[in-house]
């Protein structure tokens, strides 16, 4: 491990299920200070809060997110902030996908995912930049290395994200700013189908170490690394 993650602040998008608590989860192990989102999986994120606890996170605080909502992003900003000073790390993790195809989605459901995946995340990252002092990983999705059968919209965010975390890695060569493409994944999302959610969130751990390293902008397909 090159990076030391012990005592670091580490945001954990979405952490209350999936691939973002066994994240959380991971980072709790290295020591890591956290503050983690959850968007309605009450019960399920204080339960994941307090296993961090007792893996050894010095100091953990589970937060409401809602990414298509302005002022829920600044609250979480505020909260951050004023309890931890500045963040080490995000992991940009929370996102939705509509199993449906293209034609049968109407525009609330295009507009959700586009607010949630795309415009969320970017309003996020946007209000916590300048307090980051090391590190923005974003969770893609191997739907954007390689033609898929992934609902057109949900792909739509997906690659609008790798564009955007390629273009802001030039902006700001100060920071890693990676993305992490998980591809199909036992989780809610996916009918509990597919990769350990585990083996995502080793991959996330080693590029957060150091022990992946990636260029600026670049894209780390989990399918070449997980298990590695
Ligand atoms: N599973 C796969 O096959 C797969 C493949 C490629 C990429 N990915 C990506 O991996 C990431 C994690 O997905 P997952 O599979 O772990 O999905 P998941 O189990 O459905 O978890 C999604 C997480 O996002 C949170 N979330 C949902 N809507 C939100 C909103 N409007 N605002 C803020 N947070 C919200 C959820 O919070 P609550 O549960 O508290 O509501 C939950 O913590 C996503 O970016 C996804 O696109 C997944």
């Given amino acids: 491990m090159g990076i030391e993650l012990a005592d670091k602040v580490v945001l954990v998008t979405g952490a209350s299920i999936g691939i973002g608590r066994e ?3 991971r980072f709790a192990a290295a020591g890591s200070r956290l503050a983690l989102t959850y968007f309605e ?3 399920e994120a204080v339960v994941v809060a307090e296993r961090c ?8 605080i589970m937060a409401s997110l809602q990414l298509a909502d302005d002022d829920s992003i600044r ?4 909260a951050v902030i004023d309890h931890f000073g500045a963040v080490d790390i995000i992991v940009n993790n929370a996102g939705v996908v509509v199993w449906k195809p293209f034609l049968e989605q109407d525009f609330g459901e295009l507009e959700t995912q586009l607010a949630v995946n795309l415009t969320g995340v970017m309003k996020l990252t946007w209000v916590f930049l300048p307090m980051v002092n090391d590190a923005v990983i974003t969770i893609g999705s191997t739907a954007t290395l390689h033609q898929s ?14 564009g955007f975390v390629k273009a802001l ?13 998980p591809t199909v ?3 809610r999302m996916n009918d509990m189908q597919g990769m350990p959610p585990e083996r995502v969130a080793e991959v996330v751990m080693r590029v957060a170490c150091g022990d992946i390293e990636v260029e600026p902008g670049g894209d780390v397909d989990v399918r070449e690394h997980a298990n590695a």
């Fill in 75 to 78: 609250m979480l900003f505020e």
């Fill in 149 to 162: 059968r992934t609902p057109p919209t949900y792909c739509a965010t997906k690659w609008g994200l790798r």
């Fill in 23 to 25: 994240i959380a989860l």
């Fill in 185 to 187: 994944t036992a989780t």
């Fill in 53 to 60: 606890r007792g893996l050894g996170a010095p100091d953990v």
């Fill in 41 to 43: 999986h009450t019960t």
């Fill in 169 to 181: 890695a030039l902006e700001h060569p100060g920071k890693r700013i990676v993305s992490v493409h």
